[in-house]
């Protein structure tokens, strides 16, 4: 199994002992600083530390931890070019599989300036981007980042994350890859199956997005060990499982 969508900065070795023992085999980290930033060194080094050290942290407990880093919206700074030169470098080495998670929060100016420039980086690069959707207004910035994405990027070099039930007629007839998120305050298990039972399984990555905030770091293997109950096919199951997750992110 695949979570598509951790935080592992923010976990503990005994969280990756247990998903290990639950059957993950592989989790994509992404960069979200919980802190407050007041230097771009602060943030590049929280992205170092993902890259160097929470991938052989996770590996010690059997996770083969793959990395998307990026500028989440809540950490724009003013100052970026040293990250944005560290991503190129990144992609061109092969340490990172994809620029996230990226995204709106606020809509501020910076934060829209921050996410453009990260999906120009991704289009020159030819890279996938993970797009975070906000808890509140949801549906006012999933339209804004709807707006922008095409402009920038093609809608299938993008994962628009932390799907519902309320949003997910903006995207369904689009090309993006669709990211369920079930997790406390987000989705649950039934919610994530009651999306994939409508619109199939093709287009969905499931993850738990575990970080600081109240998290089930099991949330992935309950929700395929509830498919597997519940009698779907097995070939449907393993697509959410990790089939397209290895596809997509070609991992
Ligand atoms: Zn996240």
Known sequence: MIDTHIHADSRSGEDFRDMYLSGIDSAITCSYYPYRIDAENILLNHLNRILEFDTKRAAEYGIDL?????????????????????????????????????????????????????????????SKVIIHTPRKNKLEVLKVILDIVPQHLDENQAVIDHINRDIIGEVIDKDYMLGLTVQPQKLDVAGAIDILEEFGFDRFLLNSDMSNKPSDILSVPKT????????????????????????????
């Not at 597997?228 to 089939?243: A, N, P």
């Open 224 to 251: 395929i060990r509830e498919l597997e109950r519940l009698g779907y096919d097995g070939s449907e199951i393993e697509k959410v499982s990790h089939k397209n997750a290895e596809k997509y992110f070609m991992i």
């Open 66 to 126: 793959k990395v998307a880093l990026g500028i989440h919206p809540t950490n724009s700074i003013a100052k970026n070019e040293m990250i944005f030169e560290s991503l190129h470098k990144w992609i061109e080495e092969k340490r990172i599989i994809a620029i996230g998670e990226i995204g709106l929060e606020d809509l501020t100016d910076l934060e829209i300036e921050t996410f453009e420039k990260q999906l120009d980086i991704a289009d020159e690069t030819n």
